[in-house]
Every structure is written in structure tokens, then in C-alpha cells.
């Protein structure tokens, strides 16, 4: 007699990562499980997501926090990192625990840029306090307000007090100045680093008031041309955009265009993308290529390049954290745009950045002790409040110091949105779910099932233990088949029990790593229960 099969109620349901990032803004209940509800210290790549790299100390001793960090780089090819203080620049190239201060300084927040003419290739740097000043690569030397200006720096006495200059912005082969607390900039002859200055008054086109913040160029045919826009900014959000070369020529030099966009969150905040310019705004990253071809409307979060997390931003800007010292940067080595939001002592906030995927659009957030960042090299740099400039990049662990000692696994973790698996009806008991890696080491994982939107996040869940990692022999130091060597990426998949009953599920992953990782996928084994 043959038995009728048992029916089989276990079902199994992949679930590949969340790659598309950070999402804060759609309704938990009818988001696409490749969001996360939140995520910290990995990035979402084209299909994984992959644990931060880790930092190591490239200068110590410095005699105060490092506030700017700026790159020379040499029509020889050589290049230079200088890091400025409120004490002075300080050459921070080569890693050292003494650097050299080659610049004495009073304010060491600094807005700067490189210029070249046929006398050579300049570092110009100014902070509104100080005189800005000049380096050709060998020599750093202020500028100064002079009768009869001829040397590098000088501007003639009367015109612009080079104390006031609070930005510098190359357009067009001609430097232009803010001049501090006014809505005046200020532009040299062509191809000059020296002689007299001529005021631009904005005054009449900037109605709301305040004061000039930024200036940057916006190229509108994806390169260096003759229809470069030169923008300014005010700090009360308006921006106003003049075409031309000439500005002394008023058949020559026309604005364009003036749209109020919401106010910067400080004087770092725009950066270059692909032929556009990135704003960092009171109301999240504004593309002004959208604003000027009309897809921006203003205040609408949804039109902005920071859509996806318009509540974490607006919650930092009312609690006014890092204020006024945000900043965002472009780093093309690792396909980041970082929104970096520095320490509040006084509100207990810790540093963080809010780092996108520029090629897919994705958020997550990193915690780096950070105060600034900017690449250098193959790696990006950083400073924090305790007077060292880090490299970022390269090494799989935290707190590496000068010595090579000191290092720190890293904390990672991400809550998928919830799912509903493809039964939206059907309420499940969730038994396992196996979380699917690629690492040369397997990761310590603690992991959480949550259903039918219960608050959660990675902080509500404990952090894993510390991992033995195999050691790293070189060759000829061991006996024969004695040595143990690390191994490339290999997958590590285990069931781990995990138990919850809803019609959703959403999974929490929380890791601590000191090698390369990287997180595909999962696996879910539920049982079907009873349908609506």
C-alpha cells in the first residue's frame, strides 16, 4: 500500500543584500528588502556589501586639531599633504610623529586651491583672519597689500584688505576672493597671482541678505569650456550663476540664472560629481544640474541626491550637530561621497559621515572619528580632536598607531527591511536564517529576526566577541607543512536559529571583523501558518 507524501511546510526564501542602502524616508511597510533601515561601517557595492576599511595613524604630535587638510600637487609629478592648524600648516606627507610646521597660523579653518601660470604652479589657501598665503612648492609666503604689487600675493593698497579674504575659487585662468561679512567678490587680471583686485558688488542680486559663502564653477558641457557658469553662493541659500569671460565687459559677462536652494551648512560644502555640483544644504544634497534644468523643487527631500536619508539629515541639522563645520568631498579611488559631520563635545554627539555610493546612489554611514577628510594619493586622510592625521584605506582594522601596534577590529552591522516574502497574507514562524559571507576569515556574527515592524536597529543588538584570527607566516619561517596561511576570500554559510512569528521578517546583522568581509546574502527558513 504506498503512503500519501507528507506535505512539506518548511519554506525557504533567499534574500539577497541590501544593497541599494540607507532608507529612512519610504514606509517601512511597503519598502524593497534591498534598503536597509539603518547600517553602519559597510558599504553597499554592486552586490555585496563590504565592511569599511580600517584607519592607521600617519602623524602624531601635532600642537593642536587639525582643521583643513590640502593637496599640492607639482608640475614635476611630486606631490605634498598639508594639514592646518590654529597654530600653523604642518607638512604631514611622509608619516612622522614630529612634523614640520612650515606656516605660522592663527585660525586654522582654510579654504584653498591650485592655480598655475607660466611663472609656475601655486597652493592658495585663506581663512578670513589670517593674510592668505602662497606656496610655490618650495616657499609659503602671505599676502600682503602693497603700493605697487608685482610679487606673488601682493594686491594693491586700497582695494581688497587681504586679512578680509575669506575664499578663493579659480575660473577661468583669474583668481577670485569673498571678501568677509560683505556680499562683495573680488577678481585678479587673468592668469595673475598678484596686482589689483577688482570688486564685484552682489548686493543687488542677492535680496535676502547675509553674507557670500562659496564660489564654484558649474560646467554645463561636462568639461572645461567657454560656457562655464561661475556660481555664487550666499549664505542665505541663494545662488546666482554669470556666464562670460570678462566681468569688466557687461557685453561679455551676463547672469543666467538665480534660484534660492536653502541654505549651506558651512563653507566646504560643494563638491564636484560627474559635470555637476553637489550642495549640501539645510534641505539635503542638491544637484544643481537639477536645479538648473527644473527637476528641484525647493524643500521637496524627494528631489534632492540625499532623498533616501532626508530624515537622518534634517535630525542632525535641527540638533545642530558639527554645525558649522560640516563638510562633503568626492573621492573617486573609492567611489564615495562623504558627508562628514564632526564631533560635538558639547551636545555628546560622536563624529560620523553619511557616505554615498556615487555610482549607484546609495547611503550608509561610517563612524570614523573624523574632524576633516580629503584624498591624497590612493587614500583619504583624516583628523581627529587629538591633534593626528589618520590614512584610511588599505588595512582591515582601527587605531592601528605610528608603531603598528594597537589595532582594533571593526564594528559593522545592518537591519534589512522588512519582507513579506512574497506572502503578504500568510503569517510565518520563522525557525533560521543563514547569513551567507565571503571573508578570509569567518566573522564573528550576532544576529536578530524581528517581525511585523518592531523598532530595532544595530545598536539593540549585542556586540559579537573578539574573533581569533590565523596568524600570518612568511615564507621560510616555519617547518613544512607546519605554517599556517591566510586564506583568500572563501564563503562562509551557517544556519543560525532565530526565531520570531509575523507575515514580515526583517534581520539584523551585527559584526566584528579584523579581515576583508563582505555580506551577499541570507537564507530564511519559515513555516507557513494561517492565511488572512
Known amino acids: 500500500m504506498r503512503l500519501a507524501g507528507k506535505q512539506r511546510v518548511s519554506q525557504v526564501y533567499p534574500l ?11 514606509s517601512i511597510a511597503d519598502m524593497d528588502p534591498k534598503y536597509a533601515l539603518d547600517m553602519l561601517n559597510v558599504f553597499p557595492e554592486l552586490g555585496a556589501l563590504k565592511v569599511r576599511w580600517g584607519y592607521v595613524e600617519h602623524v602624531t604630535g601635532m600642537t593642536d586639531n587639525g582643521k583643513t587638510l590640502m593637496v599640492f600637487n607639482n608640475q614635476d609629478g611630486t606631490s605634498k599633504l598639508f594639514c592646518t592648524t590654529d597654530d600653523g600648516i604642518f607638512d604631514v606627507t611622509a608619516s612622522t610623529a614630529s612634523p614640520s610646521n612650515v606656516k605660522a597660523l592663527t585660525e586654522g579653518e582654510m579654504v584653498w586651491t591650485q592655480f598655475a601660470n607660466i611663472a609656475g604652479q601655486w597652493l592658495i589657501a585663506c581663512n578670513g583672519v589670517d593674510a592668505p598665503v602662497i606656496y610655490d612648492g618650495t616657499t609659503w ?18 582695494t ?22 560683505t556680499l562683495s567678490a573680488w577678481y585678479l587680471p587673468l592668469n595673475a597671482v598678484s596686482g589689483t583686485p577688482v570688486e564685484f558688488p552682489l548686493g543687488g542680486i542677492f535680496t535676502k541678505g547675509g553674507q557670500l559663502n562659496a564660489l564654484f564653477s558649474l560646467t554645463m558641457d561636462s568639461g572645461i569650456g567657454s560656457d562655464d557658469v561661475l556660481v555664487f553662493q550666499s549664505t542665505k541659500g541663494e545662488v546666482g550663476g554669470y556666464i562670460g569671460a570678462n566681468p569688466a565687459d557687461a557685453a561679455d559677462w551676463r547672469i543666467i540664472a538665480r534660484y534660492f536652494i536653502g541654505a549651506p551648512l558651512g563653507k566646504k560644502t560643494n563638491v564636484q560629481l560627474n559635470g555637476d555640483i553637489l550642495l549640501l544644504t539645510e534641505f539635503g544634497v542638491v544637484s544643481l544640474l537639477d536645479v538648473v534644468n527644473g527637476l528641484y523643487r525647493l524643500g521637496a527631500e524627494a528631489s534632492t541626491a540625499s532623498a533616501k536619508i532626508s530624515r537622518t539629515i534634517s535630525n542632525i541639522v535641527r540638533d545642530g550637530a558639527g554645525a558649522p563645520l560640516w563638510e ?10 562623504i558627508i562628514s559631520v564632526p564631533e560635538n563635545i558639547a551636545l555628546g554627539i560622536p563624529a560620523k559621515q553619511l557616505v554615498m555610493n ?14 576633516t577628510l580629503y584624498e591624497f594619493g590612493q587614500n ?8 593626528r592625521v589618520h590614512k584610511y584605506g588599505g588595512n582591515t582594522n582601527d587605531e592601528i598607531t605610528l608603531a603598528g ?9 545592518f537591519q534589512q527591511a522588512y519582507s513579506f516574502f512574497e506572502q503578504p497574507t500568510v503569517k510565518k514562524h520563522f525557525k533560521m536564517v543563514k547569513p551567507i559571507f565571503q571573508a578570509s576569515n ?12 518592531l523598532p530595532g536597529g544595530v545598536n539593540s543588538v549585542n556586540t559579537p566577541g573578539e574573533a581569533a584570527v590565523p596568524p600570518v607566516n612568511s615564507w621560510d619561517s616555519t617547518e613544512w607543512d607546519e605554517g599556517q596561511w591566510l586564506r583568500t576570500l572563501v564563503a562562509f554559510q551557517t544556519f543560525l536559529g532565530s526565531t520570531g512569528f509575523g507575515y514580515s521578517g526583517s534581520v539584523i546583522v551585527k559584526l566584528r571583523t579584523s579581515v576583508e568581509t563582505r555580506y551577499l546574502a541570507s537564507h530564511w527558513i519559515y513555516e507557513q501558518g494561517l492565511s488572512l
Not at 539577497?16 to 519610504?26: E, K, Q, R
Not at 581688497?160 to 561679512?181: G, P
Not at 556615487?358 to 574632524?371: N, Q
Open 328 to 337: 562633503i568631498f568626492n573621492s573617486p579611488v573609492y567611489q564615495y561621497v
Open 380 to 387: 583619504i586622510f583624516f583628523t581627529d580632536l587629538s591633534g
Open 405 to 413: 601596534t594597537g589595532a582594533v577590529s571593526i564594528i559593522s552591522g
Open 442 to 453: 569567518e566573522p564573528q556574527v550576532v544576529m536578530k529576526v524581528l517581525t511585523d515592524y
Open 358 to 371: 556615487s555610482v549607484t546612489g546609495a547611503w550608509t554611514k561610517f563612524d570614523l572619528p573624523a574632524l
Open 16 to 26: 539577497g543584500a541590501p544593497i541599494l542602502g540607507l532608507n529612512d524616508t519610504d
Open 141 to 158: 609666503t602671505s599676502f600682503s597689500n602693497v603700493a605697487s604689487p608685482t610679487n606673488p600675493g601682493e594686491l594693491e593698497t586700497g
Open 160 to 181: 581688497l584688505t587681504v586679512a578680509n579674504i575669506a575664499y578663493v575659487h579659480v575660473h577661468k585662468n583669474r583668481l577670485w576672493f569673498i571678501e568677509k561679512d
